[in-house]
Structure formats: structure tokens, C-alpha cells
């Protein structure tokens, strides 16, 4: 697991890399320069692309990390598998845009009336999707190659500096119109699908040339039934992230859109180490249940479940007592504001969905893979239900809260057929000990707030920066306790090892 953590920490840089230009980006240019129905238009057309590229894969994604085992010989080049990874979602994107053709009345009448602005780039969705689709499929080849990096900074910086760059000309410079910044969008998703690719091809381990002889009727029967699994999983699975984005689009309209699309952005960042850390483990789940090694299986599913619990619930406690900071030093903040709000509760939805998700990748890469389908089926039925039941009632928060619900009744469920199938949980007593480390960082937060911050915002006068320095000295402080916490308590030996890297490093830095 030390070499899974190693690689997933280099992910993890790449990607928080990526967050800071989302944060200048999201905080300094988009609710600056743009107005809240512009970002919701921008979030619409993302979402409706990532939402049509994940039914046209027809299952690639998770195909690539399932079967490429069977096919994995360095020397062959893995017998072209490369190549059905990039023929088969040509022909799925192919009939998907068939498939929307029957549909495209009803999608035009159902934003029609709210988020008009949407309807006109509607057809921008359809360049947008191919290359995300095979951005992604790319991406999935590189991780079974254990190659996670350069695709993470790709799409992690490249996609979100080409998309900066969009904004600026278009709000700030002022050099393009709407029309351009769209065509910025399909252009940075382009370069970065075919950045991908010629990466792939660097490594020199992919071949377009198939081997029919790999295809033993048994294994041709096991990747049929589970590409057919994989397309109605979609429907469901892949629905649920963008849900509330197009039902408050259709519901409140664009600029409420926008408002959520900066809330959501900064609940995401919890999730963050959730992409890293499953992206390079999954394959090693994979082939463990593959040789029927399921004490490997939950021995990784349990470090991951407690490091994905530990960070993201530790990037949730910072969020939340910084909140308010947040949207104080946000351009435009007082229209943003009724996010926090939806923030605080994706945050603890995120929370979730990162401790509990390797549980599903355990169910999926096993022969009782099919038990998802009728939880995801489940979960956006549910999720379809609250929203209609709560968007009316409560506005965003209604979305945010049929997120959580939804999620929390998909993933328990989900562990429980793990157990009672597999034998296997997720779970163990250090995840008692993130917790409790995080309730003391809240009780020491409120202890904090009742002394210090209390009589800074008393003198502050309206200023921003001395309710800014307090904050960031609280973060520090508290930062510092909670790493003190962690090494001391040995919560988790991987994270000690690395603590105590960090800080030979720092004490030669100091001596030199």
C-alpha cells in the first residue's frame, strides 16, 4: 500500500495544483467578469457534455480497469487492447447521437422557459462530449499502465488554464464574444484529449492491431454482459452528479445554476483526494478479486476508505470554518452567498461518497457486479423524487439535501451486499480515530471563535484584513494540531512515515 500512497500523493499534488488555478479562476475571474447566468451557462454546457460522453462509452471506462488483466503482456503490447478502447466508444457516441435526435424536442422544451441562454449553445454539447469521452478514455488506459500523472495534470491544469484563458479574453480583455469563450471550451478539451493520446503512444506499450485470439467465448460473454450492465449503469450513475444542476436549471434557471456551480465547486475540493487515491488503487482491486485474493481486496479497501475519510473529512473542517471568509473576500460575493448553504451540506455529501466508494469498486470488479444496477436505479429515482419534492420547498438547499440522502442510502446499501456477498467491509477502529480528531478540531474551533475571533470583529471596523489574518492563523493553528494529532496517535502509519519525511526535510532546509 506505501507504493499505492506514494503514487496517489503525486496525483494528489497534481490535482490540488489544479484546484489553486480553479480557486483564482472560480474567486478572482468567473464571478468577476462574468455574470451568475454566464456561469451557469458555462456549467450547463460542461455538464450536458460529461452526462452524453458518459453514455457513449458504453461502459469503457470501467471495461478498461475490469478486463485489461486478461489482456496485460508488455511484451504483445497487450494484445491491441488499445484499440477496442478507442473503436468501441466511437460506436457508442455514434449511436447516442441518434438517440438524442428522438429526444432533441423534449430536451429543447424542458430549458426553454428558464435557462434559454442554454438552448442557444445547445449544439456546442455535442464537439464538447467526443472529446471528453476520449480525454477520459485515454485517461483509463494510462492508469492500468500505472501512468496517472501526466493525465491528471492535463486535465487538472491544462484543461482549467485553457479554460482561465477563455474567461480573461472573453471578461477581462474583452477580445472574443460568448461565441468564442464556447469555442474556447471544445477547443481546451480537444488539445487535451490528443495531449493524452500522443502521451499513450510515448509509452510504447499500446497497439491499434487487435488479437482476435484473446477472445475466448467465455471472456467474449463476460465483456458483453457486463458492457450491456455498464450502459444501464450509466444511465443512472452518471446522472446522479449533474442532477441537481439541471434540475435547478429547469426549475430556477441559469443564474441560480450559477450560484450552485461556485457552491459545488468549493464542497468538491473535499473530494479531491478521492479521485487520486481510487484512480490508482482500482486497478489493484481489479486484479486482486480476479485471483480471488480478498483479504488483498479489503486490505485496500480498508486504507483507502480510512486515508480518503482522514483527508476529506479534515478539507471539510477547514471549508467549513472559513466559510464566511470565503464568500467576504468573493468578487460579487453578496450574490454568491446564498451558496454556503448548499457548500456545507455537498461537504458532508462528498465526505461520504469518498470514505464509502471503495466499497462500490469492490461490488463492481466482482461476479455480483449487476447488485449496482438496482442500487443506481434506486439512488436516481430517489434522488429524482427529493429534488421535485424539495426544490420547490427549500430552492438550492433542496437539491444539495436529495444529494446527500441519496448518496448516503446508495453507498450503505451498496456495503452491505459487499458483506454479506464478499465477506469483505471497508471499516476499521482508526476511523473512530479520525472522528474523534475531527470533533476536537471543532470543539477547539469554538473555543477559538468565543476569544479571538469574537473581539477581532469587535475592532475590525468593517476590514477585511484583520478577519483575514485571523482566519488564516486559526487554519494554521488548528492545521498544526490536527498534524500533531495524526502523528501522535499513529491514525494512520503511511501518514506518519510521510509527516515525519516532511519534517526531516525541513529540519536539514533549517541547519543548511
Not at 478502447?85 to 424542458?110: R, S, W
Amino acid at each position: 500500500m506505501g507504493v499505492v500512497i506514494k503514487q496517489s500523493i503525486k496525483g494528489t499534488v497534481v490535482n490540488y495544483l489544479g484546484i489553486a488555478i480553479g480557486f483564482v479562476t472560480t474567486f478572482f475571474v468567473i464571478t468577476a467578469y462574468l455574470s451568475q447566468e454566464e456561469v451557469g451557462l458555462t456549467r450547463m454546457l460542461v455538464d450536458a457534455a460529461i452526462l452524453f460522453s458518459s453514455f457513449a462509452q458504453l461502459g469503457t471506462s470501467s471495461s478498461i480497469i475490469r478486463f485489461f488483466p486478461f489482456f496485460k503482456d508488455n511484451e504483445k503490447k497487450h494484445h491491441g487492447f488499445f484499440f477496442w478502447t478507442v473503436a468501441v466508444p466511437l460506436v457508442g457516441f455514434i449511436v447516442f447521437c441518434g438517440v438524442e435526435k428522438l429526444l432533441h424536442g423534449t430536451i429543447i422544451n424542458t430549458f426553454s422557459k428558464k435557462s434559454e441562454l442554454f438552448v442557444q449553445y445547445y449544439r456546442y454539447v455535442f464537439p464538447l462530449s467526443l472529446f471528453m469521452l476520449y480525454q477520459t478514455v485515454f485517461e483509463a488506459n494510462a492508469n492500468v499502465l500505472m501512468r496517472i500523472v501526466v493525465p491528471k495534470f492535463v486535465r487538472e491544469v491544462g484543461v482549467r488554464l485553457g479554460l482561465l484563458t477563455g474567461y480573461l479574453l472573453y471578461g477581462y480583455f474583452h477580445i472574443i464574444s460568448l461565441d468564442g469563450l464556447v469555442i474556447i471550451f471544445c477547443i481546451t478539451y480537444f488539445l487535451a484529449a490528443l495531449v493524452d493520446f500522443i502521451y499513450l503512444l510515448t509509452l510504447g506499450r499500446i497497439s491499434f492491431k487487435p488479437d482476435f485470439s484473446v477472445f475466448t467465448k467465455p471472456l467474449l460473454k463476460d465483456i458483453l454482459f457486463y458492457t450491456i450492465f455498464l450502459l444501464l449503469n450509466a444511465i443512472t450513475v452518471n446522472v446522479m452528479p449533474l442532477l441537481n444542476t439541471f434540475f435547478v436549471s429547469a426549475s430556477m434557471g441559469l443564474s441560480f445554476t450559477g450560484i450552485y456551480a461556485i457552491a459545488n465547486y468549493v464542497a468538491t475540493v473535499v473530494g479531491i483526494p478521492n479521485r487520486s487515491l481510487n484512480a490508482i488503487v482500482q486497478p489493484g482491486i481489479s486484479e486482486a478479486i480476479k485471483n480471488n485474493d480478498m483479504s488483498r481486496a479489503e486490505m485496500l479497501g480498508k486504507s483507502v476508505s480510512l486515508h480518503l475519510m482522514l483527508s476529506s473529512a479534515l478539507i471539510f473542517f477547514f471549508i467549513w470554518i472559513n466559510i464566511d471568509v470565503l464568500f467576504e473576500i468573493l468578487p460579487n460575493g453578496d450574490n454568491y452567498a446564498p451558496g454556503k448553504t448548499v457548500t456545507v451540506i455537498l461537504g458532508v455529501s462528498n465526505i461520504i461518497i469518498s470514505t464509502l466508494f471503495v466499497g462500490s469498486s469492490i461490488l463492481n470488479y466482482s461476479k455480483h457486479y449487476y447488485w449496482s444496477l438496482l442500487f443506481t436505479v434506486l439512488l436516481t429515482s430517489s434522488a429524482i423524487l427529493l429534488n421535485v419534492l424539495l426544490i420547490p420547498r427549500f430552492g438550492m438547499p433542496g437539491a444539495a439535501i436529495s444529494n446527500l440522502v441519496s448518496y448516503a442510502f446508495f453507498y450503505t446499501s451498496m456495503l452491505a451486499v459487499v458483506w454479506v456477498k464478499l465477506k469483505i467491509h471497508i471499516f476499521s477502529k482508526a476511523q473512530l480515530k479520525v472522528l474523534a480528531t475531527v470533533a476536537a478540531l471543532f470543539a477547539l474551533n469554538y473555543l477559538w471563535n468565543s476569544v479571538v475571533s469574537k473581539n477581532i470583529a469587535a475592532i475590525s471596523s468593517g476590514s477585511l484584513v484583520p478577519i483575514v489574518a485571523d482566519a488564516v492563523a486559526k487554519t494554521l493553528f488548528l492545521g498544526a494540531v490536527a498534524t500533531m494529532v495524526i502523528y501522535k496517535w499513529n491514525i494512520s502509519p503511511d501518514v506518519s512515515r510521510l509527516i515525519e519525511k516532511v519534517l526531516r526535510i525541513k529540519k536539514k532546509t533549517g541547519s543548511a
